[in-house]
C-alpha cells in the first residue's frame, strides 16, 4: 500500500431481510470485515465501519408472500433478527442500518435524479416478462418453469437452486408466474439504463492495470472475465411497488433496481451514523476524501457489483472515492455439501447462539480458520469439535488455566518479579517483541486465516517453554526461577490478549480484565516483555474454553439433517401444492413412449438426447436432464411417461418435443416413472 490514507471506510455486504445469517455469510462476509475493522482501530486509526439490511428486492417479496405477511411485516422481523444477531456475535459496526429507511430512500433518488439530469442514463423502451392474469411485470424471480439442465420443476427465472446453473427465463421449460400460476407474456416497458460500455476503456486502466497486483487473484479475474466480454448497458429500474421510487415523470409504478439502490446504503448509514453524534456532513470527509482508503468486504457472488457496476454509478455521479481494495471471499460449504437456504442446510447465526451460549469465539474462531479466501471451503460439525478440543483448549485454554493457577498457588495471585533472562527465557522474549508484525502483516494482507495461526503459534511458544520449564516441579528447589518462568508466561498471555482482540474479542476481553489491563489497549503496546508491573494482580477466571462432548455434535448433525429432510420431503411432495380442478389436470396429455435411441448431448454434462417412440410411427426428440443419473445405454428400450402436449422449446440447439416424467427419492436419485407391464407406446395415461 504505496498511498498513505488518513481514514477508513469499511463495509460488509448488506446482508437480505428475507432470512437469517447463516455461517457462509460470517466467513465470507463479517468476520473478515470485523477482524479488520477491530485491528485498524486498535492500531488508532480512524474509520467508519458500516452495513445495514437491503430491504428491497425480490427475495424479500417473495419472503413475504411465503410467510403471508407484508412486506414491511417481513423486513421489520428479520432486519432486528439479523441485527440482534450481529450485536450477540460481536460484529462491531459503527452503524447498522437499513434500506428502507427515510434517509436512504432519499439518498438514492437523489443520486438516480443527479445521472438522470445529466443525460448520464439510457432510456429504453424493451419488452419483459408480464403476468396478464396478475396485471403485474415480473420480475425474474417471480418466473418458475422446469430447469433445462436438471429438469427440476421450480427453479426460478435467474437459478436453479438444484443444480445450480444460472438462467434466464427464457431457457425455463413451462414458465408460469409465481404470482397466478398463468403463464407469462411480453409486453412492452419503459426503463433506464446504466451504460457500462461507454466506461470500459475507464475500467480497463482503474482495475486490470492499476490494480492488477493488490487485488486478490479471483476478484481480479472475475473483473476481467467481465471486461474481456464486453459491458453492456445495465436497466437500473425496475417495475415493482416495494423499493426506492424513481424520481422522474412517466416513472409511475417503478422503483430502483435492488442492486443500484443498495450500494447507495453504504453512503446513506454513513450519512445516519454521523446525523447521530451530531456531525450532520462528517460523512464527506469518509466518502469524498481522497485521503480515504474504501474496503468493501463480499463475498464472490458480488463481485461484479462492487469492482465494476458500484464504481461506475461513483465515477459517474462524480465527486466520491473508488474502492481501494474488495477483498472477496469464495463460498463455505456444510458438511461437504453446497449450503442451501431453501433446503435449510445451515447453521443459522441466532440458532447458535441459543445452542452455545458463551461462545462466540469459538465458532469466529472455527470459521476464521476455514475461512474460503482463496477457494470454497468446508465446515462440519466435527471439525468444529475438534479445532475447539485440540486447538483452543488445548493450546491457549490450558496454558492459561496453568500459569493462572501456578501465579495463584506460588505467589498469591499476582505477577511475580522475574530475575535476569536465561537462555530458554530470551525464546519467550523474543516470540513476544516478533508476532505483533508477523499477524499485523497477515492482517494488513487481509490473509486473516495465516495471522489467526500466527496468533495460535505465539501460544504454541509459550506452552512448548512452559512445558520444558515445568514451575510445578521446579519451585520446590528453586523458586526465584519459578517466579521468572510464571513472570514471562503472564506477560507473554497480557500480549496474546492484545493481538487476540481482532480475532477472539470475547477470550480476549476476559484476559485483559483478569490482568487489570480492560483500558485502552492499543496494537502498539503489544510486543513489549515487560507489558505487566511485578504485583499486578492475577483473577482467578477458570477455563478459557470447555471441552465439547461427542453428544453435543451429534445433536447438531442430527438437527441438520432432520430440518433439510423436512424441507426436502416438502419439496418431494410429502406437502402438496396448490389445489387445482379437475379441468387443469384434464389439460395434460400424458401418453407411454418407448425410449428407441439416446446419446448425451455434447457439451452438456445433464441433457440426454432421446428419441422417443410415440407410437403410430411418431419418433419424437425429447432432452432430458437425467445424465449424471443414467447412462445413454441404459435407457434404450425403456417405458416412460411422456407430456405429450408441452410447447416445443429449443435447448442448445435441439428442439425438445415433450417431457419424461421422472421421480426424486429423498436422496435425490431419480427414477423414471413407467407401467408396470409393457403397453403399446402412445397408450394415454389418465
Not at 252 to 258: H, I
Not at 449 to 455: A, P, S, V
Not at 655 to 676: I, N, T, Y
Amino acid at each position: 500500500m504505496s498511498k498513505t490514507f488518513q481514514r477508513y471506510t469499511i463495509t460488509a455486504a448488506l446482508p437480505y431481510a428475507n432470512g437469517p445469517v447463516h455461517i457462509g455469510h460470517l466467513a465470507g462476509v463479517y468476520i473478515p470485515a470485523d477482524i479488520y475493522a477491530r485491528y485498524q482501530r486498535l492500531r488508532g486509526r480512524d474509520l467508519v465501519f458500516v452495513c445495514g439490511s437491503d430491504e428491497h428486492g425480490v427475495p424479500v417479496t417473495i419472503r413475504a408472500q411465503k410467510e403471508g405477511m407484508s412486506v414491511q411485516e417481513v423486513v421489520d422481523k428479520y432486519h432486528q433478527l439479523i441485527k440482534n444477531s450481529f450485536e450477540q456475535f460481536g460484529i462491531s459496526f459503527d452503524i447498522y442500518s437499513r434500506t428502507s429507511s427515510p434517509l436512504h430512500h432519499e439518498v438514492a433518488a437523489a443520486f438516480f435524479k443527479k445521472l438522470y439530469d445529466e443525460g448520464k442514463l439510457i432510456e429504453k423502451v424493451t419488452e419483459q416478462f408480464y403476468d396478464p392474469e396478475a396485471g403485474q411485470f415480473l420480475a425474474d424471480r417471480y418466473i418458475q418453469g422446469t430447469c433445462p439442465k436438471c429438469g427440476y420443476e421450480n427453479a426460478y427465472g435467474d437459478q436453479c437452486e438444484r443444480c445450480g446453473s444460472t438462467l434466464s427465463p427464457e431457457e425455463l421449460l413451462n414458465p408460469r408466474s409465481m404470482l397466478s400460476g398463468a403463464q407469462p407474456v411480453k409486453k412492452a416497458t419503459k426503463h433506464w439504463y446504466l451504460p457500462l460500455n461507454e466506461y470500459e476503456n475507464w475500467l480497463r486502466q482503474w482495475i486490470l492495470e492499476e490494480h492488477r497486483h493488490d487485488w486478490k487473484t479471483n476478484v481480479y479475474g472475475q473483473c476481467k472475465s467481465w471486461i474481456d466480454a464486453g459491458l453492456q448497458p445495465r436497466a437500473v429500474t425496475r417495475d415493482l411497488d416495494w423499493g426506492v421510487k424513481v424520481p422522474v415523470e412517466g416513472a409511475e409504478g417503478k422503483v430502483l433496481y435492488v442492486w443500484f439502490d443498495a450500494p447507495i446504503g453504504y453512503i446513506s448509514a454513513t450519512m445516519e451514523y454521523f446525523r447521530q453524534k451530531g456531525e450532520a456532513d462528517k460523512w464527506k470527509d469518509y466518502w469524498q476524501k481522497e485521503d480515504t482508503r474504501l474496503i468493501h468486504f463480499i463475498g464472490k457472488d458480488n463481485i461484479v457489483f462492487h469492482c465494476i457496476i458500484f464504481p461506475v454509478m461513483l465515477k459517474a455521479h462524480g465527486g466520491y472515492i473508488l474502492p481501494d481494495n474488495v477483498p472477496a471471499n469464495e463460498f463455505l460449504n456444510l458438511e461437504n455439501e453446497k449450503i442451501s437456504t431453501s433446503r435449510n442446510w445451515a447453521v443459522w447465526l441466532h440458532e447458535y447462539l441459543e445452542d452455545f451460549p458463551g461462545k462466540q469465539d469459538v465458532l469466529r474462531y472455527v470459521l476464521t480458520a476455514n475461512a474460503p479466501e482463496t477457494k470454497d471451503n468446508n465446515f462440519t460439525w466435527k471439525d468444529f469439535q475438534e479445532k475447539n478440543n485440540s486447538e483452543l483448549v488445548a493450546n491457549i485454554g490450558n496454558l492459561v488455566n496453568r500459569v493462572f493457577v501456578l501465579t495463584h498457588k506460588f505467589f498469591e495471585g499476582k505477577v511475580p518479579a522475574a530475575s535476569q533472562p536465561t537462555g530458554d527465557d530470551q525464546v519467550l522474549i523474543d516470540a513476544i517483541r516478533q508476532y505483533p508484525e508477523k499477524i499485523a502483516q497477515a492482517v494488513e494482507q487481509f490473509h486473516f486465516r495465516e495471522g489467526l495461526q500466527e496468533l495460535m503459534n505465539f501460544a504454541r511458544v509459550a506452552n512448548k517453554y512452559l512445558t520444558d520449564q515445568e514451575p510445578w516441579k521446579l519451585f520446590k528447589t528453586n523458586p526465584e526461577r519459578t517466579a521468572t518462568v510464571l513472570h514471562y508466561c503472564l506477560q507473554m498471555i497480557g500480549n496474546w490478549a492484545i493481538l487476540a482482540q481482532p480475532f477472539l474479542p470475547f477470550t480476549a476481553q476476559k484476559l485483559l480484565q483478569a490482568l487489570a489491563m480492560e483500558g485502552d489497549c492499543s496494537w502498539e503496546q503489544a510486543g513489549n516483555p515487560q507489558l505487566l508491573a511485578e504485583g499486578t494482580p492475577v483473577q482467578k477466571i477458570g477455563h478459557l474454553f470447555e471441552k465439547i462432548e461427542d453428544e453435543v455434535i451429534q445433536k447438531q448433525i442430527e438437527k441438520l439433517k432432520s430440518m433439510s429432510q423436512s424441507n426436502q420431503d416438502i419439496a418431494q411432495g410429502n406437502s402438496y401444492k396448490d389445489t387445482i380442478q379437475y379441468e387443469d389436470f384434464a389439460k395434460l396429455d400424458i401418453r407411454i413412449g418407448t425410449i428407441r435411441e439416446a446419446e448425451k448431448l455434447p457439451k452438456s454434462k445433464k441433457l440426454l438426447k432421446l428419441s422417443v417412440d410415440m407410437g403410430n410411427g411418431e419418433v419424437r426428440t425429447i432432452l432430458s436432464g437425467i445424465a449424471e443419473h443414467f447412462s445413454a445405454e441404459e435407457v434404450v428400450g425403456k417405458q416412460v411417461c411422456v407430456l405429450a402436449n408441452l410447447a416445443p422449446r429449443k435447448m442448445m440447439g435441439v428442439e425438445s418435443q415433450g417431457m419424461v416424467l421422472m421421480a426424486e427419492d429423498k436422496d435425490g436419485r431419480l427414477v423414471f416413472v413407467s407401467p408396470e407391464a409393457v403397453v403399446q407406446a402412445g397408450a394415454v395415461v389418465s
